[in-house]
């Protein structure tokens, strides 16, 4: 009886709230409740004690659906500045917010925009077109229009939302004090281990924000000299750039290969499944003819070692973490 009077008094609670949508499933409930005690106590047939559970136990979940719908809905969707709470449409929404701003949807192809972003771009044409013409998600910042931003992102009515905040002016110095980083490693061709730096764990957000494939391959070029034989710098070299060179022209053009040093190189696989990243392990363990001769020409044994991990994107990972399972899935070798 208690529960029945707290329950009633809900009901009253939500008829003064004006939530409608909660009056029936409380309803199921109390009423629920009371059939099954009264059955069992007056000694009807089972059956509407049954009937009185059944009820009971509906009105529960559907009290507990809309519970948790209006929780998820809160967290996924943020309060934007500037827009109504009854905005109707992304656009309207976007439209009087200061910042620029648009929306693009699961494929990144962008669906609105305000008059503040469209400002930054000559002829002021986004709408149709994707994100990454514009701006790499992800990336730390971007400048568009003489000017730096740094880019923020979230969930906004199965869309997603987009907003370029001015970097201040304190952060553009230390940015430029930083210097410009090294694109390429000029011995091997390969990106750089600095670029890689940046780039691991770029990839590895846009995986785990939008729930995508991400694998790594991790190869690392191991010598042996007979006892009483001098260290050959130039032959060692000779090989990691042919090598190299061999990487480079093996992977698809939407891949990344990065030498890390120590005679070790990383590549990057967007959109990859594990069975992906363990073809192109052996790909690269097939070495063309004219590196099996070099390898063959050396007074010292060449071997490589590849370890590659697969990122489903489904938690979160950090660059180091990444780099310690490769280094730890080291272990297929070339024959």
């Known amino acids: 009886m208690t529960v029945y009077f707290v329950l009633c008094a809900a009901y009253a609670s939500a008829i003064r709230r004006k939530s409608f949508h909660l009056l029936y499933p409380v309803q199921l409930l109390s009423q629920g409740m009371i059939a099954t005690v009264v059955s069992l106590e007056s000694g009807t047939l089972p059956i509407i004690s049954w009937l009185g559970v059944l009820s009971a136990v509906s009105g529960a979940f559907i009290l507990l659906n809309h519970f948790l719908r209006e929780k998820k809905q809160s967290r996924e969707i943020p309060p934007l500045p500037g827009c109504t709470?009854?905005?109707?449409?992304?656009?309207q929404r976007i439209a009087n917010i200061p910042l620029p701003a648009l929306t693009t949807d699961s494929q990144g192809i962008v669906l609105e925009r305000n008059d503040a972003f469209a400002s930054l771009i000559p002829g002021g044409v986004v709408t149709g077109?994707?994100?990454?013409?514009?701006?790499?998600?992800?990336?730390?910042?971007?400048?568009?229009?003489?000017?730096?931003?740094?880019v923020f992102?979230?969930?906004?009515d199965g869309l997603f939302f987009f907003a370029l905040v001015e970097l201040p002016k304190q952060r553009k110095k230390s940015a430029t004090a930083r210097?410009?980083?090294s694109l390429l490693?000029?011995?091997?061709?390969?990106?750089?281990?600095?670029y890689a730096s940046i780039r691991i764990p770029e990839e590895l957000s846009r995986a785990f924000r939008y729930r995508r494939w991400l694998c790594g391959v991790l190869l690392a070029v191991e010598y042996t000299y007979i006892p009483g034989l001098n260290y050959q710098e130039e032959k060692e070299s000779s090989f990691i750039e042919a090598f190299s060179a061999f990487v480079r022209g093996a992977i698809r053009d939407s891949d990344m290969a990065f030498?890390?040093?120590?005679?070790k190189i990383l590549i990057l696989l967007p959109e990859t499944p594990q069975q992906g990243a363990k073809?192109?392990?052996?790909?690269?363990m097939d070495l063309p003819e004219s590196l099996e001769e070099l390898k063959k020409s050396f007074p010292f044994s060449v071997e490589i070692e590849y370890g590659f991990v697969y990122f489903s994107g489904n938690y979160p990972m950090t660059k180091d973490q990444f780099l310690e399972k490769l280094q730890?899935?080291?272990g297929g070798t070339s024959e």
């Open 259 to 263: 030498y890390l040093g120590d005679r």
């Open 279 to 284: 073809d192109v392990s052996l790909k690269l």
């Open 153 to 156: 992102q979230a969930p906004l």
């Open 185 to 194: 490693d000029p011995a091997t061709g390969l990106y750089s281990s600095e």
């Open 129 to 150: 077109k994707p994100v990454t013409d514009f701006f790499i998600p992800g990336e730390d910042s971007v400048s568009l229009g003489n000017r730096e931003y740094t």
């Open 328 to 330: 730890s899935n080291l």
């Open 85 to 91: 709470p009854n905005g109707s449409t992304a656009g």
């Open 179 to 181: 210097g410009a980083v």
